[in-house]
């Protein structure tokens, strides 16, 4: 396009700097996630076997492995995901199917969605200690246990409960998007073979928004694997003896136990190969969890183009 | 089922502001601090004039919260002043300057940062840059707002990246033709016309990118040393809000002064983010209204 215009050197000065500053900035980005990474494979490599992935911590921290961290992130995700899809998901298909684009309602709840995305994690901590810990859980005790403390107290079920709010935006974007990407013609299609609104919604589009449905599940799930700063007052705990079995449980999270292993070690020499470890496993897996979202939402990008 | 975005977010504002209301009529609370005790000077006994400290779990209690303010506000100074200008440019590269098949790797990878959980981050900071540049700059305070500012950073650049980049490749094709029909060379088009253009939704990315910065917590827990030191220097120890949050909560007695202060700052966060974030909401509405017009 600027052809004519690269005979003239002054330009030519310009736009090669230009080009040159941009490109150096991208490149010093991209230099910062490799060291990062490559810095966490090469001190975590030595440590990393199946033992460490299967066998509890042993003498205060400095050896073993960090299994109880691995099942009580299964759990909490496990749990956040039964949570916070089908609440994501219901609310991506009225934004996008019922509600009219500029009710006042509509817009509420748009900046109720974004506000929820920019609220720091710690609030968050804060918020499921006073509302799940200290206000539902005892209403919880009351009525069930007759008064015996139970859930009145940080617990698997309420930092599960806190992680689905902070991940709500993500499967309501991350849906919507999908939603809004499929054509007109399927549910006009659908409707005119006498299908209802209900049938056409259930049927048709919430099946072609699957992939959609999938990104915003796997980049939850991301998000509920790292985050600390939300479950730290609300159940996890530094070392359990134990696996948790019960919904009223703490439990040992992958993150926090980076955070620990990183603080509040005695001998920061002797955790360091276990600690490097760790965050290999942790960066290891919100990586893969993230690439799949990348190639899910690219597939669906490519499958939805090629029906146009 | 749609409501319950709007439910989650007052039913936060609601039990965050429960917690933190004793403190402006509850006498036991006032016994501990009163909010004018928090904001302005105190003379405390042993010191010779009015100053502002917080520190919490000492015999006489102070709650001074100017510390916390100066210190979260130096370390999301610093982490902008790295952040905005990295990802500002890094956009503009990978929406402008790089070929199609370029972009397809370099604009996931630049948001793969995203997906390194802030606790890593922080890990990273703590473990790695600290020593780096305590040893370059021989600094005293091996972990300072330096340290916590530029790890910070790593963390609010995929933000003002992304959003960034969307604002660049919206701008609308008719504009730079024009441009460049009228004689303008490529940069004068990209710095004279793509750039006005796409600066409110700059304008956005950097508000969110701001939000972001003040309320992170285990990247400046973990790297910025955590002492209330009140002063200008980026080299010292500094505690910020969402730190203190995170480190004094557990120790504290239910319902007492202290954890009544802790929620106060929790709802001061949530308000600060919230209109941070509101303002930049609104500017990408109004860009994304303007621009389908546009183009």
Known sequence: ?308 | MAFSAIAAVILIFVFITKEALPLLWSHEVHEEVTLTQMWTAQLWPGYDEAVHIWQPVSDIPKFGIWPLLVGSLKVAFVSMAIGVPLAVLAALYVSQFARPRVREIVKPAIEMLAAVPSVVLGFFALIVMASIFQDWLQLESRLNALVAGVALSFALIPVVFTISEEAFRAVPRSYVEASTALGAARWQTVVRVILPAASPGIAAGVALGLGRAVGETMIVLMASGNAAITNLSLVDSVRTIPATIASELAEVVFGGGHYTVLFFLGALLFCITGVVNFSGDLVIQRMKRKLGVAA
Request: with cysteine; hydrophobic share 55%; glycine share 8%.
């Open chain 1, 1 to 308: 396009m600027s052809a004519p215009f690269k005979r003239c050197r002054g330009h030519w000065a310009a736009d090669t700097s230009l080009r040159v500053a941009t490109g150096l900035a991208t490149a010093l980005i991209l230099a910062v996630l490799g060291t990062i990474v490559i810095d966490v494979l090469r001190n975590g490599w030595s440590k990393l076997s199946i033992g460490f992935l299967f066998q509890s911590p042993t003498d205060g921290m400095t050896a073993g492995g960090i299994f109880p961290a691995i099942v009580g992130t299964v759990a909490l995700v496990l749990i956040m995901t039964i949570a916070v899809v089908p609440v994501g998901v219901a609310t991506a298909i009225y934004l996008s199917e019922y509600s009219s684009a500029n009710s006042k309602f509509t817009r509420a709840i748009r900046v109720a969605v974004n506000n929820l995305a920019g609220v720091p994690s710690v609030v968050f901590g804060l918020f499921g200690l006073g509302f799940f810990v200290q206000f539902v859980g005892p209403a919880v005790d009351k009525t069930l246990f007759g008064g015996e403390k139970v859930y009145a107290q940080p617990a698997l079920i309420w930092a599960a409960l806190t992680m689905a709010i902070l991940t709500m935006p993500v499967v309501i974007v991350a849906t919507e998007e999908a939603l809004r990407a499929i054509p007109r013609d399927l549910r006009e299609a659908s409707l005119a073979l006498g299908a209802t609104k209900f049938q056409t919604i259930f049927k048709v589009v919430v099946p072609q928004a699957g992939p959609g449905i999938l990104t915003g599940t796997i980049l939850a799930v991301s998000r509920g694997a790292g985050e600390v700063a939300p479950i730290m007052f609300t159940g996890v705990a530094y070392f359990l003896p134990k696996l948790p079995d019960k919904l009223s449980s703490q439990f040992m999270h992958l993150g926090n136990h980076v955070y620990t292993l990183a603080t509040q070690s005695p001998d920061v020499d002797a955790t360091k190969p276990l600690l490097y470890a760790t965050v290999a496993v942790l960066l290891g897996l919100t990586f893969s969890l993230n690439l799949a979202a990348v190639v899910v939402r690219a597939k669906m990008r490519a499958r939805i183009a090629n029906a146009r």
